[in-house]
C-alpha cells in the first residue's frame, strides 16, 4: 500500500497550478485538469488550497516571492539587478503570464492578497528609497514610480516576445544588443542629477 504524502501532494498540485493558470488564466483554468496533471484527487485541491480563485492567489503570491528571494532588488547595482530580472524572466516565464491573466482577470479592481501585495512591493520600494538617499539614484521620481518604470522595463519584453522579435530581431546577438540597450535605459533612467554650480 502506498503511503500519503500531503506536502509532495501539494507540490504537484501547485506546479500543476502554476501550468494551468499560465496557459489558461483564471477564468480557462480546470480544476479537473490540474487534478490529472498532479495525480491527485480533486477534492484533496480545495481541501488544501480553497477553490479557483484562492489556488491562483497562492500560486502567483508564492511565484511573486520565489522571485523576490531570488532577484532583490540592488540600489548599488541597478544594471547587475536588470540582468538577473531578466535572467529570472526568462527561467521562469509563467511568473509574467501569471501577471498578465491577473491583470486581465481583475484589472482595477482590488486583488484578494493585495494587502500582501503592498507588503510585497514596499520592501523593494524600500530599496530603490534607500538608493535614493544616498544619492546612488536620482530622486528626480518618486520611489514607487521608479520602480514601476525599471520592472516595465526589465519585463517587456519577456512578457511580448512577439513584438521583441519582430521590432527587434530573432537572433542571439539581436538580444544581447536589446539586453545591453535596457540596462543602459535604466542606468539612464537612475542616474543621479549633476547639481548645478
Request: hydrophobic share 45%.
Amino acid at each position: 500500500m502506498a503511503v500519503r504524502d500531503p506536502e509532495a501532494t501539494k507540490a504537484r498540485i501547485y506546479e500543476a497550478a502554476v501550468a494551468e493558470f499560465a496557459r489558461h488564466g483564471i477564468a480557462g483554468a480546470r480544476i479537473d485538469r490540474i487534478a490529472a496533471a498532479a495525480k491527485a484527487n480533486k477534492q484533496l485541491i480545495y481541501a488544501y488550497f480553497g477553490n479557483k480563485a484562492e489556488l491562483f492567489t497562492q500560486v502567483l503570491g508564492t511565484r511573486m516571492v520565489d522571485l523576490a528571494a531570488a532577484v532583490p532588488v540592488d540600489p548599488d547595482d541597478i544594471e547587475g539587478w536588470i540582468d538577473r530580472l531578466l535572467d529570472y524572466h526568462a527561467t521562469h516565464p509563467e511568473l509574467l503570464r501569471l501577471l498578465f491573466w491577473e491583470g486581465i482577470e481583475y484589472g482595477t479592481a482590488e486583488l484578494p492578497d493585495e494587502a500582501e501585495r503592498q507588503e510585497h512591493y514596499t520592501r523593494k520600494v524600500a530599496a530603490i528609497e534607500d538608493g535614493q538617499a544616498r544619492g546612488v539614484i536620482t530622486d528626480a521620481f518618486p520611489p514607487r514610480d521608479l520602480l514601476f518604470l525599471l520592472t516595465a522595463l526589465a519585463n517587456w519584453s519577456a512578457a511580448v516576445p512577439q513584438m521583441r522579435r519582430i521590432l527587434t530581431g530573432p537572433e542571439d546577438a539581436d538580444r544581447t544588443r536589446l539586453r545591453a540597450s535596457i540596462k543602459e535605459a535604466a542606468r539612464r533612467l537612475i542616474a543621479p542629477q549633476a547639481s548645478a554650480s
